[in-house]
Each structure stands twice: as structure tokens, then as C-alpha cells.
């Protein structure tokens, strides 16, 4: 009576493996496919989303007491200063194209570089007062 061995040590290991994991996939099917499951599922789900609002709401009005911005604050005035910062891009632009086109219009207008029209007249010379005139 010889004993044959085993050429792979595991195999028994891994035939248990498989066939738990076969069973444990089976009975978790059974389960989800039970309306019960679908209906406990969803009045969990209610009830962890009523908890989280609850809890952000205390925390929004603890901030509120402490006097402290909070995290909804904090991105309000985050989308303002990028609204502003937009806007103020656009602005520069404009100036930009404005000083361009002005600069250009200027000179090919006669106009000075302060886009006043050069001064052509000159002041009255001024009467000189000798000391014996008086």
C-alpha cells in the first residue's frame, strides 16, 4: 500500500477556498434579491443622509456662534474672488487694447503721447519792469 504525494501542497486549501467562496456568493444572492433587503436598504440610506444633513447643519451653526467662515462661506467668497478676478482680466484686456488703439489714433492725429492736442500757442512774453519805472 503505497501514498501517492500530492504534487501541488495547496490544492486541498484551494478546493476549500473555491467552494466557501461559491457558497458565501450563492447565500449573498439570495439575500439581495429579497425585496426586504432593497426596502431595509433604502431606510438606511434615508437615515444616514437625514444624520449627515443634521450633523452639517450643527456644525454650520457652531461655526456660526464661534464666528468662524465655514466651508460653505469659504467657497462662496472663493467663486466671488474668481468672478472678480475674471472680470478684472477682462478689464486689463480692454485697457490694453484701448491704450493700443488710442496710442496708435493719437499720433496719426497729431494728437501728444497724453492724447491732449500739442500746444501751438505760446504765452504773452512777459513785460520786463526795470526799477526806474516805478
Known sequence: MSVEPQSDPFALWRDWFNQTEQ?????VGEMIARPEFGESS???LEAFTAYQAAVKEAGQKYMGFANVASRDDVTLLGERLNAVDKRLGQIEIL???LS???ASAGQSAGKSPSGRPPRTRKPPAASKVTPNDG
Open 42 to 44: 433604502g431606510k438606511l
Open 23 to 27: 457558497h458565501m456568493s450563492d447565500a
Open 95 to 97: 485697457l490694453s487694447q
Open 100 to 102: 493700443k488703439t488710442g
